[in-house]
Nanobody
Framework: QVQLVESGGGLVQTGGSLRLSCAAS????????MGWFRQAPGKEREFVAA????????YYADSVKGRFTISRDSAKNTVYLQMNSLKPDDTAVYYC???????????????WGQGTQVTVSS
């Protein structure tokens, strides 16, 4: 089992920035690829970004490319999502997830956090 706890969400104005953190415990963090997903009210959960177990490869949804950056610190068992130039469309609950490899589908990840709310005001 891997336990994931997200933090760092909040209310921010359009154009602002937030950094989300996801702290992992349990099995060896460095064995897992990590992903960030988000879910807005009434919508499906969607892929945002992913990072390989080594941190050497990263992937982004087109909607966030150039604005968001995913990174990981294995010494702290933590993955981050730096979000810049935020837009109202970025408003959602953001979830981190752990899985055996990077992917953009929810069923590719085995463990999930409880989510953190991000609200971008216009």
């Amino acid at each position: 089992q891997v336990q994931l706890v997200e933090s760092g969400g909040g209310l921010v104005q359009t154009g602002g920035s937030l950094r989300l953190s996801c702290a992992a415990s349990g099995r060896t963090f460095s064995n897992y690829a990590m992903g960030w997903f988000r879910q807005a009210p009434g919508k499906e959960r969607e892929f945002v970004a992913a990072i390989s177990w080594s941190g050497g490869s990263t992937y982004y949804a087109d909607s966030v490319k150039g604005r968001f950056t995913i990174s990981r610190d294995s010494a702290k068992n933590t993955v981050y999502l730096q979000m810049n130039s935020l837009k109202p469309d970025d408003t959602a609950v953001y979830y981190c997830a752990a899985g055996p490899h990077t992917g953009d589908m929810t069923n590719e990840y085995d463990f999930w956090g409880q989510g953190t709310q991000v609200t971008v005001s216009s």
